[in-house]
């Protein structure tokens, strides 16, 4: 009865099977490349749409700048220098006043967004390409 009993325990002990490793391990990496591919085409279309729109949004701040007379302030201060170091208190604010706030925040956070998603692009690139070296993938 023991050596029936030993033989049964001995049939029905685990062996691993090989390929099912490697198979787990094929579909965790298949699924990082995956990730890191749609991360870059994220980054590089937000990018690209950013950079789009920088144009018409400077083209925007140029023209607030114009209507708000900042240019006539800012000029002011190379014309003639005596006068706006006797107001210089007066002349700040009416510098900062003249700023158009809105549009200046609409093109950095434009600028932002393009240098954030650079940023992330080249990320995903040395991600990619560090990946490929660390699991064999060409």
């Known amino acids: 009865m023991q050596d029936k009993l030993t033989k049964v325990f001995q049939k029905a002990k685990y062996k691993e099977s090989s390929i099912l490793a490697q198979n787990v391990w094929n579909t ?3 699924r990082e490349k995956r990730n890191t591919q749609i991360k870059f085409w994220a980054f590089s279309s ?11 949004v400077f083209k925007i701040l140029l023209n607030d700048l ?17 006068l706006v170091l006797s107001a ?4 700040a604010f009416s510098l900062v006043e003249s700023l ?23 990320k995903q690139i040395i991600n990619n390409n560090s990946m490929g070296e660390t699991y064999g993938i060409a």
């Open 100 to 122: 158009p706030i809105m549009s200046m925040i609409f093109t950095l956070s434009l600028l932002f967004t393009i240098f954030l998603s650079i940023k992330y692009v080249f």
């Open 88 to 91: 210089w208190k007066e002349f």
């Open 28 to 30: 965790i990496v298949a």
């Open 46 to 56: 937000l990018g690209f749409t950013s950079l789009a729109s920088l144009v018409p």
């Open 66 to 82: 114009t209507q708000s007379g900042f240019y006539e302030y800012a000029s002011l201060a190379f014309s003639d220098t005596s």
